[in-house]
């Protein structure tokens, strides 16, 4: 089964950067569409960004530009470069995956994976 543990979190003043990563245990299938999302208090589970098996990107408009979304050559750590962080960026953030292509998948209901989260506070 396919396990996620995200790290990286933590605490930064506004303008500043964080990296996350998210390390799987396996992943069986031959495709995955992996993503991150947050959720701040009172929140529902946001899209941030997501990442193809062919390495497309694709980004919310609240973080394109800001954030970038990669994955290592193993294709087992993904990670979240996030550059001139906002208040508003204030949130768990939570890594996931599913089997298949990323095609419109924005919503968390899409993801069958996830990770434990991790707190970013700016």
């Known amino acids: 089964d396919v396990q996620l543990v995200e790290s990286g979190g933590g605490s930064v003043q506004a303008g500043g950067s964080l990296s996350l990563s998210c390390a799987a245990s396996?992943?069986?299938?031959?495709?995955?569409?992996k993503a991150w999302f947050r959720q701040a208090p009172g929140k529902e589970r946001d899209w941030v960004a997501s990442?193809?098996?062919?390495?497309?990107?694709y980004y919310a408009a609240s973080v394109k530009g800001r954030f970038t979304i990669s994955k290592d050559r193993s294709q087992k750590i993904l990670y979240l470069d996030m550059n001139a962080l906002k208040p508003e960026d204030t949130a768990m953030f939570y890594c996931?995956?599913?089997?298949?292509?990323?095609?419109?998948?924005?919503?968390?209901?899409?993801?069958?994976?996830w990770g434990q989260g991790t707190q970013v506070t700016v």
């Open positions: 396996e992943y069986p299938a031959r495709y995955y569409c």
């Open positions: 996931a995956a599913e089997p298949g292509f990323c095609n419109s998948r924005l919503r968390a209901e899409d993801f069958e994976y």
């Open positions: 990442i193809a098996g062919g390495g497309g990107a």
